[in-house]
């Protein structure tokens, strides 16, 4: 852990927020010193848009947050990206080198690093195994080199002391030598991400690293996050819960439906009302007294009727118990207003629930 | 019963050179399903395209013998290339597919009658073994014990373990080598692999040809053990009875292919001449089996013996439990 934090606010925090001080907050919107450009990326699945970005810069140094809702699109402009999936059209360059049609390995080693949705371990490979395989420029990974250890062994001894820091780092080295297939879902996601920084990336893109752990992890996850900008990193993330990106993003990129919708620092983005409106659910931030208060006035039902209308269907396969004490999906306005005080909390609880359920189980289209 | 017989005649089948064959055929298959992943189907074809490779050199094209060598592996190679070009970077199933059909093309068009002048049509080809021969060192017959082995089959064992001694020693190394991890780990996810910067079409190619390779090795030994190349050995079940005994000694395990082709020629030569000697003796009675159906039988007790290991052992005989165990999560 860096020891350079004064008063809440690391050097590097400071410095990040300084270089996007002055950016304007808009969709597309040029940063000083970007390291991933990317210009009219377009990926259509059949008839669906799925990305559709004009221009999109992040800041070298920073925490970024790539947010909005299920289906936006996110997953895929991290596949593109990364060149697992391709794109129909577009360009996006990394450190001003262009990687259209880069393989995903080269992207990877030319320092750009990305975490999967579902998490993937290898599980029958050990947990120190996981990390090992994640280092690059391994002599002993060439096939007549393998067979004769003495030409890999002190470059294996290092790897090895580099992973078990880092091991170390994410508490996980009492796992060392256990199947990685034996973990908990919330340890796979440390491991897949201490793994990727075997890489030694400049920009670590991370999908959803917090989904599926508890929250004490989760605090420790974000001191992880947080560090990796303090050791010089940019990280890209993408999150749905707006507590975290609160607490770590120094800038926030809403999609929607594969566009950019707006751009910003975390309180800016929150507070706008668009952006609250359309993809964050009309009362993310208010409290059971101000929600009781607008539901006398029927507003907040006719809002929880059109957000299960939306969340509730995207979460529908995934969350069956969430769904059985649900309003169906297609409650009409008229029905709505008519919903008792209680019933009315209780509803706006069960979407949460829904959203929460929704974020853990979401999946890795195109990923594969 | 003559128990010491049969002992005898089913342990020569232990060491034998079906049970070097199908231990280097199921080697290569380790490699690349074992621990890459890699549905290879047609292990046959790279067998017989090894013994084509000397045959038609030697005694098609009257070239050397070493000529012969080289270019059977060198088809071996061109034939993993072949198939892994076009599959490598899709699903696993269509390396699969690829490879059980392009087995038989090897097959047909090794006994088709327009390939006669070549290939020898399905008579195979003979006469290309006798430089092999000449370089035995082995002047006289070695008894040991009960056991007592003719030169020229001293000969072949002596080549043929050493290859499997050589191809075991090479995957040991290797699987324990960073190389074999990613190969590993491609096996588990290859995505992830991907992700961290390893060119996994790359891996996939190298382990498909090497297990071709030692394949070929496979069908070189059998024809000079012959002396004849025949094209209908090397039939798809050549290929699924490699996989049967490197399931049974255990997959990406390092012995387990050498292990479990030894087990399987054993008990298959043990089986049979328990048959026949209770035949004979009339313990097993004439209307539920003869003599002629102990190749049947065989099969089914192999099969059954197989079953029971997978349910009891899905493991194999060498292999890890906890890995097993794992697939359960
Ligand atoms: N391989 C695919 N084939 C067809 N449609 C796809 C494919 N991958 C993604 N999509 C569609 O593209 C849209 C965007 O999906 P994506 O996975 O990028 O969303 P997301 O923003 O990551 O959502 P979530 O927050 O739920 O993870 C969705 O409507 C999805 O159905
Ligand atoms: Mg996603």
Redesign the pocket.
């Known amino acids: 852990m860096p020891d350079d934090t004064m008063g809440g606010l690391s050097v590097r925090r400071e410095r990040a927020l300084a270089a996007l001080a002055d950016v304007p907050r808009e969709p597309g919107a040029k940063k000083a010193d970007p390291i991933l450009v990317a210009d009219d990326v377009k990926r259509q ?2 008839g ?1 848009l ?1 990305v559709d970005v004009d221009h999109v810069e992040i800041q070298r140094g920073s925490i970024t947050a790539l947010i ?10 991290f596949n593109l990206l990364t060149g697992f999936d391709r794109a129909n059209n577009g360009s996006w360059s990394f450190n001003g080198r262009s990687l259209h049609g880069t393989p995903p390995y080269r992207v990877a080693r030319i320092g750009m690093v990305r975490t999967f ?1 579902l998490t993937k371990a290898l599980s029958k490979l050990t947990v120190i195994e996981n990390m090992r395989l994640g280092a690059t420029g391994q002599r002993g990974e060439s096939f007549w080199r393998a067979m004769f250890p003495a030409l890999w062994r002190s470059q294996e001894d290092d790897i090895t002391e580099r992973a078990e820091d880092l091991l170390r780092r994410f508490k996980l080295d009492t796992k060392r030598d256990d199947f990685a297939g034996s973990l908990s879902g919330g340890q796979r996601k440390l491991l897949e991400m201490a793994r990727a920084l075997m890489v030694q990336p400049e920009l670590v893109m991370l999908d ?1 690293p917090m989904a599926g752990v508890n929250p004490a992890l989760t605090e420790s996850l974000l001191e992880h996050v947080k560090d990796l900008r303090e050791q010089g990193m940019t990280v890209l993330f ?1 999150e ?1 819960d707006m507590d975290m990106v609160r607490d770590i993003a120094d800038w926030v990129i809403v ?1 929607g439906q594969g566009k950019i919708l707006a751009e910003g620092p975390p309180e800016a983005v929150m507070s706008d009302h668009k952006v609250i409106d359309a993809y964050l659910g009309a009362h993310h931030d208010q409290s059971l007294a101000e929600l009781e208060e607008q539901l006398e006035g029927g507003a907040l039902a006719e809002e929880v009727a059109a957000e299960l209308g939306q969340e509730g269907a995207a979460a529908d396969d995934e969350a069956p118990t969430a769904k059985a004490d649900t309003t169906p999906p297609g409650t009409t306005e008229d029905e709505a207003p008519t919903t008792t005080e209680g019933d009315g909390a209780q509803t706006a609880d069960v979407t949460a629930e829904a959203a929460g359920a ?1 974020r853990n189980n ?1 999946d890795d ?2 990923g594969r | 019963m003559d128990w010491g017989s049969i002992f005898e005649l089913s342990i020569r089948e232990l060491i034998g050179v079906q049970a070097i064959v199908f231990a280097l055929a199921a080697i290569g298959i380790n490699i690349q399903f074992g621990y890459t992943g890699l549905l290879n189907f047609g292990q046959a074809a790279f067998a017989a395209v090894g013994g084509y490779g000397v045959a038609v050199i030697v005694t098609t094209y009257e070239m050397s013998f070493w000529l012969g060598i080289v270019v059977a592996i060198g088809a071996a190679v061109v034939l993993a290339l072949l198939l892994g070009v076009p599959t490598l970077r899709l699903r696993a199933d269509y390396l699969a597919i690829v490879t059980i059909a392009a087995s038989e093309i090897v097959r047909l068009v090794g006994r088709s009658a327009w390939g006669r002048d070549v290939f020898g049509g399905s008579d195979g080809i003979t006469g290309f073994s006798d430089t092999f021969y000449d370089l035995n060192p082995f002047t006289e017959p070695l008894e040991f014990g009960p056991f007592e082995f003719r030169e020229r089959i001293l000969w072949v064992m002596a080549v043929g373990w050493g290859l499997v001694a050589l191809c075991t020693l090479m995957v040991w190394l290797l699987m324990r080598s960073p190389w074999g991890r990613v190969l590993k780990a491609i096996r588990e996810d290859e995505d992830a692999v991907r992700s961290l910067g390893k060119n996994v079409y790359g891996y996939k190619m190298q382990s498909l040809v090497m297990g071709g390779v030692i394949g070929a090795l496979a069908g070189i030994v059998y024809s000079l053990f012959q002396g004849a190349m025949q094209p209908d050995v090397y039939a798809t079940n050549f290929t699924f009875f490699a996989y049967a005994i490197l399931i049974l000694g255990g997959a990406a395990t390092v012995f387990g292919p050498v292990l479990g082709a030894a087990i399987v020629w054993f008990a298959f030569q043990f089986i049979d001449l328990t048959l026949r000697a209770a035949i004979t003796n009339e313990y097993i009675p004439d209307w539920l089996m003869n003599q002629n159906d102990t190749g049947a039988v065989r099969f089914m007790l192999t099969g059954v013996v197989l079953v029971l290991l997978l349910v009891f052992r899905p493991q194999g005989i060498l292999g890890d439990r906890r890995e097993i165990a794992l697939d359960a999560r």
């Open positions: 699945f059949g669906l799925a909005g809702p299920n289906g936006a699109g996110k997953t895929t402009f949705q959803e993408v749905h999609m929704a979401g289209k195109g």
